[in-house]
């Protein structure tokens, strides 16, 4: 049999002073901890057998994407499947107490938490992301591959990979900035599920995601 570990990633910590949900805005760079959270899994992954990197088009997957890339040697491959999820209360701020959820005129986006009716249905989430991680699975056989993607989109696949229900409560995510999500193949196979947080964080609440 041949071993191919698929590590789905989250970026590290984004600049936004003003609590944005950023979802797929454009120009959300990471912030300083956010670039050394990313070198962290780079120097991590430095004597692994990567031999592909993936990433979301947005700026901050791709700023995560590049150390690991370079450490290694590759260009970063993006692929659209591994963008953030798709959302109606993007460029809002939604922090507690004063954001867009405490709008009684944003009450209505709400009414449906199981597809959910604010955004990107759960399912749809993650069949593309089970295509993005099938298409890195085959283009490293029997080596290592990372995939730079988003909260929601990679914890969004575990679930869908651990036949559980895909709606939950965005506060019990396990999906740190900067996280590993490794799926381990033997041949077409997926045969584990390991979570680590290389880069020492533990804060899934973060805004954007």
């Not at 990313?38 to 120097?43: F, I, L, P, T």
């Not at 730079?148 to 969004?156: G, I, M």
Request: proline content about 6%; overall charge negative.
């Amino acid at each position: 049999m041949t071993t191919t570990i698929v590590h789905m990633m989250r970026h590290g910590e984004v600049f936004n002073p003003d609590q944005i949900l950023y979802g797929r805005l454009p120009g959300f760079r990471l912030s300083d901890l956010g670039r050394g959270q990313a070198q962290s899994v780079a120097d991590l992954l430095a004597d692994h057998d990567i031999a592909a990197v993936f990433a979301s088009p947005l700026q901050r997957a791709q700023e995560t994407a590049t150390p690991i890339a370079s450490a290694h040697g590759l260009e970063i491959v993006t692929n659209d499947d591994l963008i953030e999820a798709d959302n109606v209360f993007e460029g809002l701020r939604v922090s507690v107490g004063d954001g867009a959820l405490s709008k009684p005129r944003h009450w209505g986006k709400l009414r449906d938490p199981f597809t959910p009716s604010w955004g990107e249905p759960y399912i749809q989430l993650a069949h593309r992301m089970l295509a993005a991680a099938t298409k890195a699975r085959d283009a490293a056989r029997g080596h290592e591959v990372v995939c730079v993607s988003h909260q929601l989109p990679v914890y969004t696949l575990r679930r869908f990979l651990e036949g559980k229900r895909l709606w939950h409560d965005p506060r019990r995510r396990q999906c740190s900035l900067a996280s590993l999500t490794s799926l381990v193949y033997d041949d077409d196979a997926l045969i584990d599920i390991i979570y680590s947080e290389p880069a020492g964080t533990s804060d899934p609440l973060s805004v954007g995601a």
